[in-house]
């Protein structure tokens, strides 16, 4: 955090030196406006059936049967098998991706952190079985 805040108090200080107090409040708006060019792509992770795929089907406003439109399968018993990403039908920058459920013999806890490095996620959220007030999110490091 510290890093950013210095890197942006250089930036602010170039941008006064070039360009004087409006040179400066440019810069601080673009930069708050520049999180809408950010991509997003949230891993969603949970238990097996827990509801992972569904949710990303409510969020892209598809029912499970839509195939057709892309909307991920939905199963009682170990369903999705590999990440997949589904991009939001309204703003592409933002992917959510579907993965396997943790602990299973397949993807036991322990072992699961290797298929999550394999994806390129920014953050990642942890659903949990059918609770909708407990929802962990978290997100990676640069
Ligand atoms: N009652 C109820 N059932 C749900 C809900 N969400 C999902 N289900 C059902 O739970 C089962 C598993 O749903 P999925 O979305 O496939 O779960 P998943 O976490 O993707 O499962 P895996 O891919 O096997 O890890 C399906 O039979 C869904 O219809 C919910 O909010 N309420
Ligand atoms: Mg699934």
Known sequence: MSSISAALGKQMEKAFKANGMDGCLDFIRSSLDSWQDMNMTIGVIGGSGCGKSS??????????????????????????????????????????????????????????????????????CWWHKRDFIRVTVGWQKN
């Open 55 to 124: 949710l990303i089907n409510a969020i892209r406003d598809l029912n499970a049967d839509e195939k057709e439109k892309g909307a991920a399968e939905v199963g009682s018993n170990e369903t999705t098998t590999h990440p997949t990403e589904y991009p939001h039908p309204q703003n592409k920058q933002l992917v959510l991706v579907d993965l396997p459920g943790v602990g299973t013999p397949k993807f036991p806890q322990n072992s699961y952190w290797m298929l999550l490095k394999s994806i390129n996620m920014t953050s990642f």
